[in-house]
């Protein structure tokens, strides 16, 4: 397997070899999916509160007499049944929202991914990426001249003036190679490595 290499201005120069392992598998969809959706799972936190029959306010006398009525009989106005009373199984602010998914599974998704990227041409290897100061403008000129808008630029050590630089770039991203993760190798049109993240690619996920 071979990907393209790309030099400053966005030209391609050569083709750099790739294990097949990591950027040439199948695509499979149904475990992206597993994958993307567990990712998202794991980073929800349990921010919502209900109260349940004994935690809301209410009375404890009884609302109307048990027999003569031709109503359901009822003992207080908390009853989950009743407008106002307590949820049955109320959220709670400890909610556990993760889903378990094994290393392997999640190392064949992010290969599955890679591989798409690759086979669409969305794929492109640099050999390295830096910026002499943390400058946004910069950082923009340069992803222009290189024919990107929508990048993800992954390197194998984040540069502070790297992602200084594109903290104000809505559309452009810079992470390590070992914090990419697959929401944000689908979320971008285009993913941009630099060589030495390439590597660490082929050592994280083989």
């Known amino acids: ?10 030209q391609s120069t050569a083709n750099v070899a790739v294990t097949d392992a ?16 567990a990712y998202l799972a794991n980073g ?10 004994g935690e809301v306010r209410h009375s404890t006398k009884k ?4 027999k003569g009525t031709g109503r359901a009989r009822a003992g207080m106005t908390s009853s989950p049944l ?11 602010p400890d909610e556990n929202f993760s889903h378990k998914l094994n290393k ?29 100061a943390p400058k ?8 222009k001249s290189m024919g990107f808008d929508n990048v993800l630029i992954i390197t194998d050590a984040v540069d502070e003036n790297l992602w200084l630089s ?14 990419a993760d697959p929401v944000s190798l689908i979320r971008h049109a285009n993913i941009l490595l630099t060589k030495t993240a390439m590597a660490k690619f082929e050592e994280l996920l083989k």
């Open 1 to 10: 397997m071979e990907l393209k290499l790309i030099d400053q201005q966005g």
């Open 22 to 37: 990591v950027f040439g598998r199948d695509y499979n969809e149904a475990l992206v999916h597993q994958v993307v959706t």
């Open 44 to 53: 929800r936190s349990g921010t919502r509160a209900q109260k349940d029959r």
């Open 63 to 66: 609302p109307f007499n048990q």
């Open 82 to 92: 009743w407008r106002g009373g307590g949820r049955i199984f109320p959220n709670r």
């Open 104 to 132: 392997k599974m999640y190392r064949a998704g992010v290969c599955s991914i890679l591989s798409q990227l690759a086979r669409e041409g969305r794929l492109a290897v640099v050999d390295t990426f830096t910026l002499d």
């Open 136 to 143: 946004t403008k910069l950082l923009a000129q340069k992803v």
């Open 166 to 179: 594109s903290r104000n770039l809505p559309n452009v991203n810079v992470v390590a190679a070992a914090n």
